[in-house]
Every structure is written in structure tokens, then in C-alpha cells.
């Protein structure tokens, strides 16, 4: 087991790529805080559509250890609960996967300036307070492990005014934090999904959703299990010498020019 003993919390992890993630963590023998909005998985109209039981009821099943913390990230005290409430519960903090995001279609016209604070906020802000409050106790630990789940929009427009610039600063928060806790032994990297099966991808027409299929190299859409080996691996020891980097996750999707 590559994560035997370890504390993660996942941010988001009720639904898609988040809860693949705790799945992941838990067989790895980690300890996980599922936190997120709601505890039931989102069902999603093309993906997702029977995802069951909650995370951490999944988890306890297979023998495992979890904790599920109703938390929205955008509330800065509502973060510091959660870590407080995972340091008592389990002892410690690991790892932080900053995986909570959402999509909110529009353009510069259409999409309203509370939607785009809103998307901001859910997916950079949140990343930077979670980070600023785990940092005193990744310090703590032999192994401190600091995930953001970014985008294949992180090196490209395409997803809006507000999703694709908030994407592209996680990527370069994953960096700035890596050379401020580099000495502590604390690595900080970024996943850049591609096109992955959950019920993000509602907003979607299907015609749109085959358009993805055809773009992406291999001949399948992803799903959250590929996004979740990848936060495995660069959760585990053998990525200990890896930090300030984004590992995209995306079929091929923008290996053309
Ligand atoms: N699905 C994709 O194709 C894809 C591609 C690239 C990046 N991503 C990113 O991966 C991450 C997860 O996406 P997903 O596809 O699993 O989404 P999803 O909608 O399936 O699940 C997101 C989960 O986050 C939770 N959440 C949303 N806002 C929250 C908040 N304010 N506080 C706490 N929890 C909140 C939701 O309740 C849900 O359980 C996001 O950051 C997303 O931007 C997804």
C-alpha cells in the first residue's frame, strides 16, 4: 500500500474525479476527509447517473477509514473547521487534494460578474486559503503532499472568462507554493484532466460531448480512476522528488498544436 497510515483530505469528494480520488487514497490504505457541499454523489445525465453510496459509507464498506465534513470552500472558516476537525479526528494532515471546482458556462457577455466571482473563488481562491491553513501541519508530517487539480484549460481558452484563467493560476500557485515549502519537504503539483465522465459534463449538449471524443487521441473519454492514479502517484513516495510541476491527464487531448 503506497499511502498506508496517511491523512488526505479531498476537497470535493463526494462526486467524479474527487470521489475516484478518495476511492484511490483508501485502497491505498490512506485515511480520508471527504469534504464537500453534499455527502450523496452527483448524478449526472450522461455520466455518473448511478453513482453510489456516499464516499466515505464507500470507503468504511471496503474496510477502510473516512470521514465525511459538510464544508463549502469558498468559506474561509468553514475551510479552518475542516482542518481542525481533521487534525482531531485522525491525528495529523498528509495530504491536501484541492480538487472542488466548478463550470459555469458563458462568455465576456453573458456570463455575469457574480458567476464569474463565484467561479474564481470556488476554483483559485479556495485553493490558496485551503493551502495557507494546511501548511502549519503538512510541515508536521514526513510526507506533506499538496494536489491541485487544474485543467487542460490551464494552457488554453475555450472554457470561459472565468474557468480558464482560474485554471491556468492554479497551475502557477502549484509552483510559487512549491518553492515556499520545497525546504520542508512539502511537494505541491497540478493534474490537468481532460475530458473526464462526471456530471461537470452536464452543461454539455451530446453532440458536444462526441466532439471531445473525437479530439482526444485514445480512443476513450476519461474517467475519474485515470485522474485518481495520477494523485496517487504523486501523492506516494515515489514522487517525493517531484514538486512545482502539472502532470496533465487528458487522453492526448492538447498534444496537437
Ligand atoms: N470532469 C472534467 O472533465 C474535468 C476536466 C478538467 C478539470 N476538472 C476539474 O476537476 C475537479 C472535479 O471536477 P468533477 O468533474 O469531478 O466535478 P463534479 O461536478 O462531478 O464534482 C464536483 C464535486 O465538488 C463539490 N463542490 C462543488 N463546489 C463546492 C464547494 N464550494 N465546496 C465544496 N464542495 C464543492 C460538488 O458538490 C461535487 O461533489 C474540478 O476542479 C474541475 O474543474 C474536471
Known amino acids: 500500500m503506497r499511502l498506508a497510515g496517511r491523512v488526505a483530505i479531498v476537497t470535493g469528494g463526494s462526486s467524479g474525479i474527487g470521489r475516484g480520488i478518495c476511492l484511490a487514497f483508501a485502497r491505498e490504505g490512506a485515511r480520508v476527509v471527504v469534504a464537500d457541499l453534499r455527502e450523496e454523489p452527483l448524478r449526472g445525465r450522461y455520466?455518473?447517473?448511478?453513482?453510489?453510496?456516499?464516499?466515505?459509507?464507500?470507503?468504511?464498506?471496503?474496510?477502510?477509514?473516512?470521514?465525511?465534513?459538510?464544508?463549502?470552500?469558498?468559506?474561509?472558516?468553514?475551510?479552518?473547521?475542516?482542518?481542525?476537525?481533521?487534525?482531531?479526528?485522525?491525528?495529523?494532515?498528509?495530504?491536501?487534494?484541492?480538487?472542488?471546482?466548478?463550470?459555469?458556462?458563458?462568455?465576456?457577455?453573458?456570463?455575469?460578474?457574480a458567476q464569474w466571482d463565484r467561479v474564481v473563488n470556488t476554483n483559485l481562491r479556495a485553493l490558496f486559503v485551503a493551502t495557507r491553513l494546511a501548511i502549519p501541519h503538512l510541515r508536521r508530517s514526513p510526507h506533506g503532499r499538496i494536489l491541485h487539480v487544474a485543467s487542460v484549460h490551464a494552457y488554453g481558452g475555450g472554457a470561459g472568462p472565468a474557468y480558464a484563467p482560474a485554471k491556468a493560476a492554479v497551475v502557477n500557485l502549484a509552483r510559487d507554493t512549491a518553492l515556499e515549502v520545497g525546504r520542508d519537504g512539502i511537494t505541491v503539483n497540478a493534474i490537468g484532466p481532460g475530458y473526464i465522465a462526471t456530471a461537470l459534463q452536464d452543461y454539455l449538449e451530446p453532440a458536444q460531448i462526441e466532439a471531445c471524443r473525437q479530439r482526444t487521441p485514445l480512443p476513450r473519454l476519461g474517467r475519474p480512476a485515470d485522474v485518481a492514479a495520477a494523485a496517487v502517484f504523486l501523492a506516494s513516495d515515489e514522487a517525493e522528488w517531484i514538486t512545482g510541476a502539472s502532470l496533465v491527464v487528458d487522453g492526448g487531448f492538447i498534444a496537437s498544436v
Open 47 to 113: 455520466h455518473e447517473t448511478d453513482a453510489a453510496p456516499p464516499t466515505a459509507a464507500a470507503i468504511a464498506g471496503s474496510g477502510g477509514q473516512a470521514l465525511f465534513v459538510p464544508v463549502d470552500v469558498t468559506e474561509d472558516a468553514a475551510l479552518a473547521a475542516l482542518l481542525e476537525q481533521t487534525v482531531a479526528h485522525f491525528g495529523g494532515l498528509d495530504i491536501l487534494v484541492n480538487n472542488a471546482g466548478i463550470h459555469i458556462p458563458g462568455n465576456s457577455q453573458d456570463l455575469t460578474i
